[in-house]
């Protein structure tokens, strides 16, 4: 699959040459408490292994820089759910409210169809309003909400259980 271009920034396969951008705006994301549960950015080999390669892209902006990144790993071992993935969508701070995140998710969602995927999901923070409204304008539905579902252990919301909401779009 080709390369997709628009609003400044290319969409393309994460290479390993990414990797110092994409663990520094996942470590961006850490930060904030919002995006994941995780406290530090996996090893390198870690997260590779862990996510489909075919769904690994990033967002390259007009100088060649990593903006933005979203992968996606299988839902379950299991064959009943081969076509089953639950996705994430991380963006360079400095570069949030350009459409990066809609271009990625929309990118995204493409590659997992072509691959023959037919269900794409994520839990997303009770609070993570702007991810939240990301992923309904790209055609997810709220299907469920998980309270109290594991508690924060680092930053701005340690010491806090909090809850999800599951979004998918069936593909």
Known sequence: MTAHQGGGVQIRLMT??????VQDIYAQGIAT?????????????????????????VAE???????GWA?????????VYRGVIEHSVYIDQAKAGRGIATQLLREL??????NGYWTIQSGIFAENTASRALHSKAGFREIGHRERVAHMTYGPYAGIWRDTILVEQRL
């Open 16 to 21: 390993d040459a990414d990797w110092d951008a």
């Open 71 to 79: 992968a996606a790993s299988p839902t379950s071992a299991r064959a």
């Open 61 to 67: 902006d007009t100088s060649g820089a990593v903006v």
């Open 109 to 114: 969602i493409t590659r997992a169809r072509v």
């Open 33 to 57: 408490g919002n995006p994941t549960f995780e406290e530090h950015v996996p090893a390198k080999a870690d997260f590779l292994s862990a996510r489909i390669p075919e769904l690994r892209i």
